[in-house]
């Protein structure tokens, strides 16, 4: 590991959430990635039947995108997984590896970063690692030679064939804001346009006009406040928050263009699972907690974290922030939410992690968004042994995407002290190069840090924010 960084143990793994109430782990293949908006490496094709919406994602070259969705962050997910299998993604080359390549072979730089992430593991913790570059080659088995079940974050077109715990129809489905609004579960009242455009229609630019044309000018009409959801996406880049005229007015600046977009994806393939919608729901007063769990093979709700999300400056998801002395008194808190969430999921076949945005309103907890699947703040939940009962650091927070120049050993020597007394963990971490002929070397971290309080906690991130590239 170098500079005397200390070896990380986790309070449990997905390894050890797995065979509770009768699971098998052995019979599990996690398959970890952000879909990118686009595709941005040969070995992900773009998906065209599960489609995500990303309307105000930011404009980024796709090497970049690979690195953060491909590398960084399934990379941070997969912190958690344990002695199990883990399959990422390959990254295509860039000229200046390609270049390499010719004069001597060597293991991809994205390759060698993903394993040098888990070497901090404590062994017994440290997962199965793999890498696909040809999604039709891959092909998953259990020990005894058997399919093993592939367990992605989100469904995608070129795994959907491998059997799963649940089918990529219900995962997708589980996923979606616009089921979400249409389940049992408590949520924020919600007005939710649907269209009737079929699959041969949206070929017909005139009819794909005047649908979009509807549904601007339901979002024209709506009364102030309220938030805004496409169906189908992540990090918040598909969720407008409108409080003001002129918010609104930003909104409807793109809104015609996405939405027309969101229309034209609609094909025979995905017409059944409603790819098409706009969610506009009440907004209400208080701050919604990122509260993660995990449900067992018998639908039991384990507890594992909540956390206070971190929205940046253009509104994304880049992290989160929790209090290691109040999981306690959170737990009991959000239960009963929690054992709603089991039920619901369970019902529809599916065990393992799952995240909920939960906001209480009125004396009353609501759901504000379902992520059936490995969540961010996850990783923060299991690690309270590592930070606040061996270090004293009771508050912890996670920053994904770090964009940083230099590589790694750099960024290490920057932040020595803090990797060696534990209050920093890099938890992922993808080397890249720009400028002419690839003579910049820059990073894509994800990091975890630890303070005594929120006070000490936000120094370390202030000094980590001074130095990330600005776009």
Known sequence: ???????????????????????????????????????????????????????????????????????????????????????????????????????????????VDARRVYDVLAPAQRPRLGFIS???????????????HVVVNTPLDCLSQHPGIITSEVHYQLLSKYDLAKSSLPTPPSNILTTSITPIEVEDDVLVEAESNRFVEAVKKRALPFVLKFPSSLAGHGVFILRTDSERDACLASLHDEVAQMIRSLNASNAHLSPVSLILQDMLPGEAVAHSLFVTKTGRAIFIACCEQVINDSGFWSGAVTDYKRQGELEKLYAPTADKIAKHVYSKGYYGPVG?????????????????????????????????????????????????????????????????????????????RGGPGGLFKYSIGSIVIGGEDKAALMELVERVHAIMVKQ
């Open 134 to 148: 040809v999604p039709e080659h891959f092909n998953p088995n259990t020990s005894s030679g058997e399919p093993a």
């Open 1 to 111: 590991m170098g500079r005397n960084i200390p070896q990380i143990t986790l309070d449990t793994t997905l390894a050890n959430l797995y065979p509770l109430d009768g699971g098998n782990p052995d019979d599990i293949s996690l398959v970890l990635v952000i879909p990118p908006p686009g595709q941005v490496s040969s070995s992900l094709p773009e998906n065209t039947k599960f489609v995500y919406q990303n309307p105000i994602y930011d404009k980024l070259d796709n090497d970049i995108y690979a690195r953060i969705l491909l590398a960084a962050c399934p990379q941070y997910l997969g912190f958690v997984a344990g002695s199990m299998p883990l399959n990422l993604f390959d990254i295509d080359k860039t000229t200046y590896e390609s270049w390499l390549s010719l004069v001597w072979k060597s293991v991809p730089r994205h390759q």
């Open 356 to 432: 909920a945005d939960i906001m209480i309103s009125g004396g009353e907890q609501l759901i504000i968004d379902l992520n059936v699947r490995l969540t961010g703040s996850y990783i923060l939940g299991l690690m309270k042994g590592h930070f606040s009962d061996r270090r004293g650091l009771h508050f912890a927070s996670l920053l994904s995407p770090v964009p940083v120049r230099g590589d790694r050993d750099a960024f290490e020597t920057r932040f020595a002290q803090e990797l060696i007394e534990g209050r920093l963990v890099i938890v992922g971490w993808c080397c890249g």
